[in-house]
């Protein structure tokens, strides 16, 4: 029995603009989920559905065995944390922690212990008295994630918690979110449109497009068995080519539905001759080269297509001039194919 | 989520917009377009074509309209230039008379400057004696000094806060381009203010518009369409409603054609800047210093002249129109014996104004700012027409519509209540819906989710927040309501009376000390209130506007 089941939600805003197309997925108890996807995609429309701010066409929430739809939000007893953190000016950090737990009458000296315990979770005892706004936005979102914890909900919602912090501070944040939730052993959804975020932080990730999903799986199975063209690009970087580039990729007798291939550019490295047993090999010449630090990126122009491969650990001496001639090597089976309608289906036979 | 209760919101805005604004105004069309016989005809407007009184009447509305307009577009310009880029020693003194500009009462200034450019003014006697002959300011110079020292603060704040915020990279990349510092101004700088310039200027060519005690006091014979209207409609003999209505129709017609000219100037040009870079204040020195200075200097004082003029006048001996050597409490004397009935009366009018238009207009503004709907979208274009109105054609409006069963009003304090309502109710709305704005939904949201209900999560988390900003813009009404004068000269009996009224019946009456010491006790109480806002919400001044 999963925990929270969504089914067929449906949000029609007009004719043309359906922000929710069908959707169904289930998480299980102590899970983190994330939607995954573009602005637009219908994932904060999904989220803001669960908690109650906004109401389906078509479709029903359960959680916990029971229908979500007619409880009021605020009876639903969601936790949710916020993109713009949401942390209430007039109060302080300890007074915006205990909000929660006002609202359900919890007793004074319970109330000082929970809070107590929420902030030392999210390391700010020491700003307990202060008022928000002399914290920085890291310190304010754990205001909120404590804020949200502190009433023990029954299902936390996080609504792209963390775009609007700096890049080292969002993996820090996103290391404590995922260790408080696994302490907590409380289901989490996590929407973001960040692809690293999602893989590094979720148990399952829910890629959506258009208002439709587009693939349901572990980071393993979205990363390196995509089930769709969107989640192949989406997820990760992808090289693509046209069906006809098939001769060149080893694919004597393509399947009929073939329509694009897709390799990632890590799955393509520079042609060694002693260590290319089984490999398909592809020529071309070099366009341009970019240094990232640890790996490297090359952009090479073959019969087939533009491709980019990736250099893992690249000397500091290595250097290509544009235009010079290149080998590449990469093996058949890291080759995806993809039917008209974007669908994943068999390479055929090589 | 609330459909119940911000469904009722909806519908009794609807119903205050056309009890208190179409119905009136309809009534005005109604009556412009009734013979005496109440056949329905276009005689009045015809007449109104026909008369030279009328036609010189409107074509005199537009030099006043337009010289208010370029008046307040120079001082107020150089006064946003200089207070925005150039260090001026004093500079809160300075923007603390161009408040008290803001605030007196437009025909206060007019007195002020006749008493010392009159025939036998102060300033003008001195210079006859000297050998100097100056007119005296009746007439249309005067109306125009007068409008463009009073209105040239709106120009003022909005543009220099526009200045203020132009980001200094681009003036910086302008000059990296080569560009001469006269070139940059005139196409980075001034572009970008443009806005605010017109938005300031259409203030003051409103208000200008509008604006019926200056030219009746500073006038003399030089009529504007405000003034024709409210002679017809209060002649003793032959009173002639519907020239009257037809002429505020005129009047509502012009108001309403200007703002929409302003919008569709500046429709393309919001820009939003990034404030990254903020743009300096520069130290002159030497000659440019001082002339900066003079002209700051000059035109605040001026501006702020009648005030101080007025707080003079009122503390010098008199007996009755005449003043005397030396200094003593006499127009106050007066005050207390005569006219506290109409102290009471402002007081009591203007706080009922407040607590309503302060309660209506945070609903309704809260309507606006949160639910986007059609309705709300159209609620808030409605709000715009009271927005424009000139007072007179509010009073006129009022009368037209309240004057006989089922709605008999006229007469009573609840007219005038209304009418000044109804003309602030815009303002209220606006602040509180950009209050509400500045309060992210997301953290009513987050009191919902927590676990409190819809109302309870707005009483306990937006109330607070916009709760500042809600009692300030109350103050700023109450500085409106009890400056108010137009309408409430249309509408007021003896027992009705308020201090402008009484200030604007002392005047006529040649009773220059009395009206001098209402009009500071006025000034006292609108600074008082003015002081109270700035503490609550911070200096401010564009939040007079």
Same mark, same amino acid.
């Given at each position: ?15 043309? #603009? ?65 993109? =713009? ?29 929970? #809070? ?8 700010? #005892? ?25 009433? $023990? ?35 989490? *959804? ?14 399952? *990730? ?36 046209? $069906? ?13 539905? #073939? ?53 893992? =650990? ?24 993809? =039917? $008209? ?10 | ?18 009890? !208190? ?78 408040? !008290? ?101 259409? !203030? ?43 002429? @505020? ?94 102290? +009471? ?26 639910? +986007? ?7 808030? @274009? ?35 209540? !209304? ?18 704005? +500045? ?16 109302? +309870? ?89």
């Amino acid at each position: 029995m999963t925990y929270l089941t969504v089914e067929n939600a449906t949000k029609i805003y007009s004719e043309k #603009v359906r922000a929710l197309d069908g959707v169904s997925i289930a998480v299980e108890r102590d899970e983190f989920f994330t939607l995954l996807g573009p602005s637009g995609c219908g994932k904060t429309t999904l989220l803001r559905s669960i908690a109650g701010f906004s109401d389906l066409t078509e479709g029903r929430i359960a959680l916990a065995g029971a229908r979500l739809d007619p409880i009021p939000s605020h009876k639903r007893d969601i936790g949710m944390v916020f993109q =713009d953190y949401a942390v209430f000016p007039h109060l302080t950090v300890g007074e915006n922690v205990a909000f929660g737990l006002k609202a359900r009458r919890v007793p004074a000296p319970e109330t000082a212990a929970r #809070v107590a315990e929420a902030l030392a979770t999210v390391r700010l #005892v020491d700003y307990k008295a202060r008022l928000p706004a002399a914290l920085s936005g890291g310190q304010q979102q754990r205001i909120g994630l404590a804020r949200a914890m502190v009433i $023990r909900p029954k299902l936390l919602l996080m609504d792209e918690p963390l775009s609007n912090l700096d890049a080292k501070l969002r993996v820090d944040l996103r290391d404590e979110i995922r260790d408080i939730q696994k302490t907590v052993g409380i289901a989490a *959804i996590y929407v973001t449109h960040d692809q690293e975020e999602a893989l590094a932080i979720s148990d399952r *990730i829910c890629v959506m497009n258009a208002g439709r999903v587009e693939q349901i799986g572990t980071p393993q199975e979205i990363y390196a068995n995509p089930q769709t063209i969107f989640v192949a690009t989406f997820v990760g970087t992808m090289n693509t080519l046209p $069906r006809e580039a098939a001769p060149h990729l080893g694919m004597t007798e393509p399947a009929a539905s #073939v329509h694009t291939w897709a390799i990632r550019p890590e799955h393509i490295r520079l042609a060694r001759a002693e260590a290319d047993a089984g490999r398909v090999r592809i020529e071309g010449t070099v366009e341009k080269y970019t240094y990232l630090g640890r790996e490297a990126h090359i952009l090479v122009e073959t019969a087939a297509a533009k491709l980019v491969a990736q250099i893992a =650990d690249p000397a500091p001496g290595l250097s290509f001039s544009a235009g010079s001639p290149v080998a590449l090597a990469f093996r058949r089976e890291d080759v995806l194919a993809f =039917d $008209r309608q974007g669908a994943r289906v068999p390479a055929g036979a090589a | 989520m609330r459909p119940g209760f911000w469904t009722i919101v909806g519908i009794l805005a609807w119903a205050i917009l056309i009890g !208190l604004l179409v119905v009136p105004l309809g009534s005005v069309l109604l009556s412009s377009l009734q013979d005496a016989s109440g056949n329905v005809t276009f005689a009045n407007y015809v007449r109104f074509i026909e008369t030279p009184r009328f036609r010189t009447a409107f074509v005199n509305t537009l030099i006043v309209g337009f010289g208010g307009l370029v008046g307040s577009l120079v001082l107020g310009g150089i006064m946003a230039f200089c207070m925005a880029r150039i260090e001026i020693r004093g500079s809160r003194l300075v923007s603390l008379f161009a408040i !008290l500009a803001l605030v007196s009462p437009p025909f206060i200034g007019a007195y002020s400057w006749i008493v010392l450019f009159g025939s036998g003014g102060l300033v003008r006697q001195t210079l006859m004696s000297w050998g100097i002959f100056i007119p005296p300011i009746f007439g249309l110079w005067g109306i125009l000094i007068v409008f463009s020292f009073k209105f040239y603060p709106y120009v003022y704040l909005l543009t220099s806060g526009a200045l203020g915020n132009i980001n200094r990279s681009l003036e910086e990349a302008a000059e990296s381009l080569g560009m001469t510092p006269f070139r940059r101004v005139m196409a980075i700088s001034f572009p970008l203010v443009l806005p605010a310039l017109s938005a300031g200027g259409l !203030l003051a060519l409103i208000h200008s518009i509008a604006d019926f005690g200056t030219p009746r006091l500073i006038g003399r014979g030089f009529s504007v369409l405000a003034t024709e209207a409210y002679t017809l409609y209060s002649a003793e003999v032959g009173s002639n409603l519907s020239m009257a209505t037809t002429i @505020s129709i005129v009047l509502i017609f012009l108001s309403m054609l200007f703002v929409f000219g302003q919008r569709y100037m500046s429709r393309r040009n919001v820009y939003h800047g990034n404030l990254i870079n903020k743009p300096v204040k520069r130290k002159l020195t030497g000659f440019p210093n001082v002339v900066a200075h003079v002209a700051v200097y000059f035109i605040a004082l001026a501006g702020a002249m009648p005030a101080i003029i007025a707080a003079i006048y009122s503390i010098r001996r008199t007996s009755g129109p005449v003043f005397h050597p030396g200094f003593g409490l006499d127009s106050y004397r007066r005050i207390l014996y005569n006219l506290a009935g109409a102290v +009471q009366n402002s007081l009591l009018f203007s706080f009922a104004v407040v607590a309503l238009v302060v309660t209506v207009g945070t609903l309704i503004g809260c309507l606006v700012a949160r639910r +986007q709907t059609v309705n709300s979208a159209l609620l808030d @274009s409605t709000l715009m027409v009271p927005y424009v109105m000139p007072g007179i054609v509010v009073g006129i409006a009022f009368v037209a519509a309240f004057n006989a069963p089922p709605v008999a009003l006229t007469g009573t304090a609840l007219i005038i209540i !209304l009418s000044i309502f109804i003309r602030r109710l815009p303002y209220s709305v606006r602040s509180s819906a950009s209050a509400l704005r +500045q309060v992210s939904p997301s953290m009513e949201e987050a009191a919902i989710s927590l676990g409190y209900s819809p109302v +309870q999560a707005f009483m306990k988390v937006t109330v607070p927040l916009i709760l500042p900003g809600i009692i300030a813009g109350g103050m700023l009404s109450f500085v409106t309501a009890i400056n108010e004068l137009s309408s409430s000269l249309v509408l007021y009996v003896g027992g009705t009376a308020t201090m402008p009224v009484r200030i604007y019946i002392a005047i006529n009456d040649g009773d220059y000390g009395t009206a001098a010491a209402l009009s500071t006790v006025l000034l006292v109480l609108s600074g008082t209130a003015i002081y109270a806002a700035f503490r609550l919400m911070g200096r401010d001044e564009r939040a007079l506007l």
